[in-house]
């Protein structure tokens, strides 16, 4: 699996939000606050065994799964050592000065309710 095929969604790799949907909220609704780190999110999905029903073998295929953009964000993590919302401000949000956008459930609200 590359780095390409993740960002392409030529993975294979199984959604947790749709090939696992009906048991993902059943696990999502017994805590609706839970928040969930990347490390939580890849465990819950070896939990679900969704490592086992890939679409297809890596480059033979497009299925969107949010799994990719989970793996991606924890290699920028790995890469920057720093969490992905400090990497996403130092690299985007601030040197295009967008001062009232922020990265959700990770930073503090900025700018205008």
């Given at each position: 699996m590359?780095?390409?095929q993740l960002l392409s969604h030529r993975t294979?790799?199984?959604?947790?939000?749709t090939d696992g949907q009906e048991e993902f909220f059943v696990i999502l609704m017994q805590?609706?606050?839970q928040q969930y780190s990347p490390q939580k999110i890849v465990?819950?999905?070896y939990n679900l065994q969704l490592n086992h029903y890939p679409h297809f073998q890596p480059g033979?295929?497009?299925y969107y799964s949010d799994m990719n953009f989970v793996l991606l964000g924890?290699?920028?993590e790995s890469l920057d050592q720093?969490?992905?919302a400090q990497s996403i401000r130092d690299r985007i949000l601030?040197?295009?000065e967008m001062e009232i956008t922020y990265f959700e459930f990770y930073e503090e609200k900025r700018g205008k309710s």
């Open positions: 590359t780095i390409e294979g790799l199984s959604d947790i939000f805590n609706p606050e465990e819950l999905y033979n295929g497009w924890s290699i920028i720093k969490s992905l601030d040197p295009l």
